[in-house]
């Protein structure tokens, strides 16, 4: 059977946009309390700053065809679509590839967390047990269905950028707007391709292919998710890139490895509001969390999609297992920033932003299979 | 006393199942079947509406009973109160009252009964309505009155009356504290309501008592409690729906809704599963609860307790669904986390003030949850969160004593819970001294022996002050219990441990339903809400209904509700101009 043919959505309820893009938020920004700005500063140095806004309006480009496909075809997720516009084998194609990038992104940022969690708060627990905790209660949020996770990813999503916002606001005694200078960093051209190649730090946007297929009135609502989901997370992304540019130097943030740990240990407002580091750790599960709840979510989604399976949520726990496996193949957290950055997202780009835009020139030429047809 | 004994059924009739006779439910005009709208006549009494007897109050029986109970009333007087007194194992069994009289017939004098539970029937209302009429009934009434419903209609000054032609509808009727009219050679039993337990008077609910307000709490008694909402609604689309539940105690229970408003969705599903129950467990408020609600395995309440009419009127006027029994608690549904948050008392003050107490009362709610839990988590593995000289002062605190904190928490949490539920048992008197005596002593000592740092003891009474500011009284007892597992938590892991918890706490919250509206709503899913869900907003900008039990109606009040502008002076002695609505 064709995949998409007959609606293969599972019957897991209905989100509405604010749901789709906090989803979407809560997944993409977790890596803002990581190395992110870090890496931010070091492909746009003084302009790392700009990445996140001018990124986002590069984003653009493979997110408007997406959220035509999602209105042309309501209630179809992007991999029922591809089915429908590109045939069976290019659906499982690119699901397989979505699947697998999903699973690494999950992979290196649990580790992540993990390691940070390790270096700053607990040294005396080992990283494993913190990973299993966190898996065991993302596996459960994640086996909850898309209502469940939609939800606890709004109370999320608004309670990070809240945080993300005090904390910089917190941080102001620090700031120094010369830091900025010069404007354009690197220069004009390496900042331009760090716009498109960085990209793919909005690649989890394209989550919403996924989640788009749950939304109660896809025709009004995905336009609306979509600009949500890209807008807030450019918002807290920039608002990260550009706290940390202002408070540290470019040479001394290359060499800061969780860059907004750093910022919440230099607040020192009165006697009683200093060192919040400590705090920083329910943010950062918080995050870590939801973001490999969401990751195990759409993973399983995708992957059982693409085969056509008449449910997910036994593939949750597989997924999870996998992810977590690989997370535990990573030696350290230098390895697992390179894995991320330098191998997933970079050539994650390819995927990101050629699925859509692929998907969407192909539908303006072909005619879609009709419901039950390619069997 | 009858010389009953041997005399048993000669004659078997072919059983019959007992028909519900007075207006099935779904029938048109008739909502719930327990009210009978055809007749006009209001009824207190077993609706057999599904047409066996295995739903009621005869659960326990032998099937050859319940046929028996199935049977049409015999012509033989003697017969019917055979039956009717084995069923109550009388006169082994002293409540039923069997009360013999002789009445003027249209062929002479004839036997009659009066069947009645004292106690549950009204005995000066059998004597002024049933007796007197028929004692005093003369010769020419006894011949107009040609069979039972002709009694009913010019003798009997009983204000509902209903008919019975089975056992098991005579017996329910009884049990349900009516009166039975049993005439010999007649197979028809007349049914007068007589229905009147004892019950205590109206008074003040101690667990949501207010300083402003109405200060009427529902009683033990259905009619008077249904009274009580209907005073505060008093319009003819609230209706009152009867319906009787349990196998063995077949207890009364009431729908309340405002039609027109309500949802008729949730009602029927309201409906469904209170007529669903099938247990033979002695049918109250609380065992309903356990056994309609979403989530029986959680003790987060799904359904909203309140002994206070004002709030259950309020919540109708919003489009829920009331369950009303002979209980001074009465349910309302669907309900959220918001609304268990509220106090009646939210409304009787100015918005401002109520604001500021529903701060007070979310912060006290974060306190009880955390405060000890946080406590555990810092002094164990945070000691860098706290400012150096609060540091120091712990650590010296702490110097003494020889446990870990973890447990420290945890024997003075166990201590103040123990206080707690010792002084709601303990008469009333001493109670309250025990409670804050048992706090003082206990707490002082402990420090004194070194067994708890100082510091802590101020921490539980935080936490445990905190406790009881939560005004829904369920919700307090889980946040109790979730607070030592936050402590377990914290102990384990510090604050991841305390994180985790708390995600997945807010999961479960996400999951959670009451009679299928999420108990975040209307926030998550964002559906539209009026401006009282987290703070009190001011009322007259409250135009439409939150959209919690999805009403029908959505508009509660004109756009402007305030006859003046909120700031604009009137003149003295002279009345505002009325506004056109928009």
């Given at each position: 059977m064709t995949i998409g043919a007959g609606g293969t959505r599972f019957p897991d309820g209905h989100i509405d946009w604010i749901e789709a893009a906090a989803i979407i938020v809560a997944y993409t920004i977790a890596k803002a309390f990581l190395v992110f700005p870090e890496r931010m500063v070091r492909d746009g140095i003084t302009a790392g700053w700009t990445i996140p806004i001018f990124s986002a309006l590069v984003s653009i480009l493979w997110l408007y065809p997406l959220v035509l496909l999602l209105e042309s075809h309501p209630g179809k997720n992007l991999v029922e679509i591809t089915g429908l516009v590109a045939g069976r084998t290019a659906a499982i194609l690119f699901g397989m590839i979505y699947g697998i990038y999903i699973l690494g992104i999950g992979a290196t940022v649990s580790r992540e967390i993990a390691s940070a969690l390790n270096v700053v708060v607990l040294p005396l627990t080992p990283t494993t047990a913190l990973m299993i905790i966190g898996l065991i209660v993302s596996l459960y949020i994640a086996y909850q269905g898309v209502e469940v996770l939609g939800r606890l990813c709004a109370i999320h999503a608004v309670g990070t950028i809240a945080v993300m916002v005090l904390l910089s606001l917190m941080s102001s005694r620090s700031w120094d707007a010369r830091q900025f200078f010069p404007l354009l960093g690197p220069g004009a051209g390496r900042l331009g391709a760090a716009y498109i190649v960085r990209q793919s730090i909005y690649g989890e946007v394209l989550g919403l292919g996924i989640v788009g297929a749950y939304l109660r009135n896809p025709r009004e609502e995905t336009g609306k998710a979509a600009r949500w989901s890209l807008g807030?997370?450019?918002?807290?992304?920039?608002?990260?890139?550009?706290?940390?540019?202002?408070?540290?130097?470019?040479?001394?943030?290359?060499?800061?490895?969780?860059?907004?740990?750093?910022?919440?240990?230099?607040?020192?407002?009165?006697?009683?509001?200093?060192?919040?580091?400590?705090?920083?750790?329910?943010?950062?599960?918080?995050?870590?969390?939801?973001?490999?709840?969401?990751?195990?979510?759409?993973?399983?989604?995708?992957?059982?999609?693409?085969?056509?399976?008449?449910?997910?949520?036994?593939?949750?726990?597989?997924?999870?297992?996998?992810?977590?496996?690989?997370?535990?193949?990573?030696?350290?957290?230098?390895?697992?920033?390179?894995l991320d950055f330098d191998i997933l997202r970079t050539y994650g780009t390819i995927l990101v932003a050629g699925w859509p835009i692929s998907i969407y020139i192909l539908s303006r030429f072909t005619r879609p299979e009709k419901e039950g047809g390619g069997q | 006393m009858f010389p009953f004994g041997a005399i048993k059924r000669a004659f078997r009739r072919p059983s019959r199942p007992a028909d519900f006779t007075l207006g099935k439910r779904g029938e048109p005009g008739i909502p719930g079947g327990g009210e009978d709208v055809v007749r006009g006549v209001h009824r207190e009494r077993r609706p057999f509406r599904s047409g066996t007897i295995s739903r009621s109050p005869f659960g326990g029986m032998s099937e050859t009973e319940r046929e028996d109970l199935g049977r049409r009333l015999d012509k033989s007087l003697r017969e019917n109160i055979s039956t009717i007194m084995d069923t109550f194992h009388a006169p082994r069994n002293s409540d039923l009252t069997v009360r013999e009289i002789e009445i003027n017939w249209r062929d002479g004098r004839r036997r009659a009964v009066c069947l009645f539970i004292d106690g549950l029937s009204d005995l000066e209302t059998i004597r002024r309505h049933v007796l007197a009429p028929l004692l005093s009934m003369d010769h020419d009434a006894g011949r107009s009155s040609v069979d039972p419903r002709c009694l009913a209609k010019k003798v009997l000054s009983g204000t509902f009356v209903d008919f019975g032609d089975t056992f098991s509808e005579v017996v329910a009727a009884i049990v349900g504290g009516e009166t039975v009219l049993l005439v010999d050679g007649e197979d028809l039993g007349v049914i007068v309501q007589t229905r009147n337990p004892e019950h205590r008077a109206i008074v003040e609910s101690p667990a949501e008592a207010v300083v402003r307000g109405p200060h009427a709490g529902f009683v033990e008694n259905f009619r008077e409690n249904v009274t009580m909402i209907r005073l505060l609604l008093e319009t003819p689309q609230l209706v009152t729906e009867q319906l009787h539940v349990g196998a063995r105690s077949h207890a009364l229970f009431g729908i309340m809704y405002i039609e027109g408003i309500v949802n008729p969705k949730l009602v029927d599903e309201v409906r469904r599963r209170i007529t669903s129950v099938e247990s033979g467990l002695l049918m109250t408020m609380t065992i309903l609860e356990r056994l309609i609600e979403d989530e029986p395995y959680s003790p987060y309440p799904v359904m909203l307790v309140t002994e206070r009419p004002d709030r259950v009127a309020s919540m109708l006027a919003e489009g829920h669904v009331a369950i009303v029994d002979s209980s001074p608690s009465v349910a309302v549904v669907p309900v959220t986390l918001w609304t268990l948050m509220q106090s009646p008392e939210d409304y009787y003050i100015h918005f401002v003030a109520a604001s500021f107490v529903r701060v007070i009362r979310w912060a006290a709610l974060l306190s009880t949850l955390y405060a000890s839990s946080l406590y555990v988590a810092i002094v164990t593995f945070h000691h860098e969160m706290i400012p150096t000289e609060l540091l120091f002062t712990i650590a010296a605190s702490r110097e003494a004593v020889p446990f870990p904190a973890a447990l420290e928490v945890v024997v003075m949490e166990a201590a103040f819970e123990l206080i707690r539920e010792a002084g709601v048992r303990i008469p009333t008197i001493i109670g309250p001294t025990l409670g804050i005596v048992g706090a003082v002593i206990i707490g002082q000592a402990a420090v004194t022996a070194t067994v708890v740092s100082p510091i802590l003891v101020v921490v539980v009474a935080i936490s445990g002050l905190a406790s009881f500011a939560i005004p829904n009284y369920e919700l307090g007892v889980l946040l109790r219990m979730t607070r030592f597992a936050m402590i377990l938590a914290a102990a384990a892991l510090g604050l991841p441990g305390v994180t985790m918890l708390s995600v997945f706490l807010l999961a479960r919250l996400c999951i959670m339903r009451s009679f299928g509206v999420p108990v975040l709503a209307p926030v998550l899913p964002s559906w539209r809400h009026s401006a009282d869900t987290f703070l009190e907003g001011p009322l007259w900008i409250m135009r439409k209904r939150p959209q919690t039990a999805r009403p029908l109606e959505d508009d509660r009040q004109p756009q402007r509700a305030r006859p003046v502008k909120p700031g604009e002076s009137v003149r003295r002695g002279r009345v505002p101009e009325r506004r056109e609505r928009r």
């Amino acid at each position: 059977m064709t995949i998409g043919a007959g609606g293969t959505r599972f019957p897991d309820g209905h989100i509405d946009w604010i749901e789709a893009a906090a989803i979407i938020v809560a997944y993409t920004i977790a890596k803002a309390f990581l190395v992110f700005p870090e890496r931010m500063v070091r492909d746009g140095i003084t302009a790392g700053w700009t990445i996140p806004i001018f990124s986002a309006l590069v984003s653009i480009l493979w997110l408007y065809p997406l959220v035509l496909l999602l209105e042309s075809h309501p209630g179809k997720n992007l991999v029922e679509i591809t089915g429908l516009v590109a045939g069976r084998t290019a659906a499982i194609l690119f699901g397989m590839i979505y699947g697998i990038y999903i699973l690494g992104i999950g992979a290196t940022v649990s580790r992540e967390i993990a390691s940070a969690l390790n270096v700053v708060v607990l040294p005396l627990t080992p990283t494993t047990a913190l990973m299993i905790i966190g898996l065991i209660v993302s596996l459960y949020i994640a086996y909850q269905g898309v209502e469940v996770l939609g939800r606890l990813c709004a109370i999320h999503a608004v309670g990070t950028i809240a945080v993300m916002v005090l904390l910089s606001l917190m941080s102001s005694r620090s700031w120094d707007a010369r830091q900025f200078f010069p404007l354009l960093g690197p220069g004009a051209g390496r900042l331009g391709a760090a716009y498109i190649v960085r990209q793919s730090i909005y690649g989890e946007v394209l989550g919403l292919g996924i989640v788009g297929a749950y939304l109660r009135n896809p025709r009004e609502e995905t336009g609306k998710a979509a600009r949500w989901s890209l807008g807030a997370s450019a918002f807290a992304l920039t608002l990260t890139a550009l706290t940390v540019g202002m408070v540290f130097p470019y040479p001394a943030l290359v060499r800061v490895a969780v860059p907004f740990l750093r910022i919440s240990r230099y607040i020192f407002i009165g006697r009683f509001l200093q060192r919040l580091d400590a705090l920083f750790v329910v943010v950062w599960l918080g995050v870590g969390v939801m973001k490999t709840a969401v990751g195990h979510y759409l993973g399983a989604v995708t992957l059982a999609t693409t085969f056509n399976l008449k449910t997910y949520k036994p593939l949750i726990a597989p997924i999870a297992v996998v992810s977590f496996a690989a997370g535990r193949l990573i030696p350290d957290y230098s390895t697992a920033i390179i894995l991320d950055f330098d191998i997933l997202r970079t050539y994650g780009t390819i995927l990101v932003a050629g699925w859509p835009i692929s998907i969407y020139i192909l539908s303006r030429f072909t005619r879609p299979e009709k419901e039950g047809g390619g069997q | 006393m009858f010389p009953f004994g041997a005399i048993k059924r000669a004659f078997r009739r072919p059983s019959r199942p007992a028909d519900f006779t007075l207006g099935k439910r779904g029938e048109p005009g008739i909502p719930g079947g327990g009210e009978d709208v055809v007749r006009g006549v209001h009824r207190e009494r077993r609706p057999f509406r599904s047409g066996t007897i295995s739903r009621s109050p005869f659960g326990g029986m032998s099937e050859t009973e319940r046929e028996d109970l199935g049977r049409r009333l015999d012509k033989s007087l003697r017969e019917n109160i055979s039956t009717i007194m084995d069923t109550f194992h009388a006169p082994r069994n002293s409540d039923l009252t069997v009360r013999e009289i002789e009445i003027n017939w249209r062929d002479g004098r004839r036997r009659a009964v009066c069947l009645f539970i004292d106690g549950l029937s009204d005995l000066e209302t059998i004597r002024r309505h049933v007796l007197a009429p028929l004692l005093s009934m003369d010769h020419d009434a006894g011949r107009s009155s040609v069979d039972p419903r002709c009694l009913a209609k010019k003798v009997l000054s009983g204000t509902f009356v209903d008919f019975g032609d089975t056992f098991s509808e005579v017996v329910a009727a009884i049990v349900g504290g009516e009166t039975v009219l049993l005439v010999d050679g007649e197979d028809l039993g007349v049914i007068v309501q007589t229905r009147n337990p004892e019950h205590r008077a109206i008074v003040e609910s101690p667990a949501e008592a207010v300083v402003r307000g109405p200060h009427a709490g529902f009683v033990e008694n259905f009619r008077e409690n249904v009274t009580m909402i209907r005073l505060l609604l008093e319009t003819p689309q609230l209706v009152t729906e009867q319906l009787h539940v349990g196998a063995r105690s077949h207890a009364l229970f009431g729908i309340m809704y405002i039609e027109g408003i309500v949802n008729p969705k949730l009602v029927d599903e309201v409906r469904r599963r209170i007529t669903s129950v099938e247990s033979g467990l002695l049918m109250t408020m609380t065992i309903l609860e356990r056994l309609i609600e979403d989530e029986p395995y959680s003790p987060y309440p799904v359904m909203l307790v309140t002994e206070r009419p004002d709030r259950v009127a309020s919540m109708l006027a919003e489009g829920h669904v009331a369950i009303v029994d002979s209980s001074p608690s009465v349910a309302v549904v669907p309900v959220t986390l918001w609304t268990l948050m509220q106090s009646p008392e939210d409304y009787y003050i100015h918005f401002v003030a109520a604001s500021f107490v529903r701060v007070i009362r979310w912060a006290a709610l974060l306190s009880t949850l955390y405060a000890s839990s946080l406590y555990v988590a810092i002094v164990t593995f945070h000691h860098e969160m706290i400012p150096t000289e609060l540091l120091f002062t712990i650590a010296a605190s702490r110097e003494a004593v020889p446990f870990p904190a973890a447990l420290e928490v945890v024997v003075m949490e166990a201590a103040f819970e123990l206080i707690r539920e010792a002084g709601v048992r303990i008469p009333t008197i001493i109670g309250p001294t025990l409670g804050i005596v048992g706090a003082v002593i206990i707490g002082q000592a402990a420090v004194t022996a070194t067994v708890v740092s100082p510091i802590l003891v101020v921490v539980v009474a935080i936490s445990g002050l905190a406790s009881f500011a939560i005004p829904n009284y369920e919700l307090g007892v889980l946040l109790r219990m979730t607070r030592f597992a936050m402590i377990l938590a914290a102990a384990a892991l510090g604050l991841p441990g305390v994180t985790m918890l708390s995600v997945f706490l807010l999961a479960r919250l996400c999951i959670m339903r009451s009679f299928g509206v999420p108990v975040l709503a209307p926030v998550l899913p964002s559906w539209r809400h009026s401006a009282d869900t987290f703070l009190e907003g001011p009322l007259w900008i409250m135009r439409k209904r939150p959209q919690t039990a999805r009403p029908l109606e959505d508009d509660r009040q004109p756009q402007r509700a305030r006859p003046v502008k909120p700031g604009e002076s009137v003149r003295r002695g002279r009345v505002p101009e009325r506004r056109e609505r928009r």
